[in-house]
Nanobody, 121 residues
Framework: VQLQASGGGLVQAGGSLRLSCAASGRTFSSYNMGWFRQAPGTEREFVAAISRNSGNTYYTSSVKGRFTISRDNAKNTVYLQMNSLKPEDTAVYYC???????????????WGQGTLVTVSS
């Protein structure tokens, strides 16, 4: 499966952005999807994940209540709605796909190219 992330940009603290990740290739609905982020000088970290049928979602504690992951299998797209953004959310955001639902970036086989989110204070 090929993944294309988009929707990043520059936003002020307290603002919102919605990231999208469009999938092509193999059957999108067969994959669990995750969002990860990587700030300069840090390791890639888990942000959110969603199961194939949207029945299960997971979030890292720092984004709970602010971010929402969702997917539309008819459109082969997964989303990350980000509200109440903080400067510490600044990072390159990546979407990823795998047959296993996990929070570990090492487990994901397929990755998008990343989209930069910058939150100014």
């Amino acid at each position: 499966v090929q993944l294309q992330a988009s929707g990043g940009g520059l936003v002020q603290a307290g603002g919102s952005l919605r990231l999208s990740c469009a999938a092509s290739g193999r059957t999108f609905s067969s994959y669990n999807m995750g969002w990860f982020r990587q700030a300069p000088g840090t390791e890639r970290e888990f942000v959110a994940a969603i199961s194939r049928n949207s029945g299960n979602t997971y979030y890292t504690s720092s984004v709970k209540g602010r971010f929402t992951i969702s997917r539309d299998n008819a459109k082969n797209t997964v989303y990350l709605q980000m509200n109440s953004l903080k400067p510490e959310d600044t990072a390159v955001y990546y979407c990823a796909a795998d047959m296993v639902l996990t929070t570990s970036p090492r487990a994901y086989d397929y990755w998008g190219q990343g989209t930069l989110v910058t939150v100014s204070s």
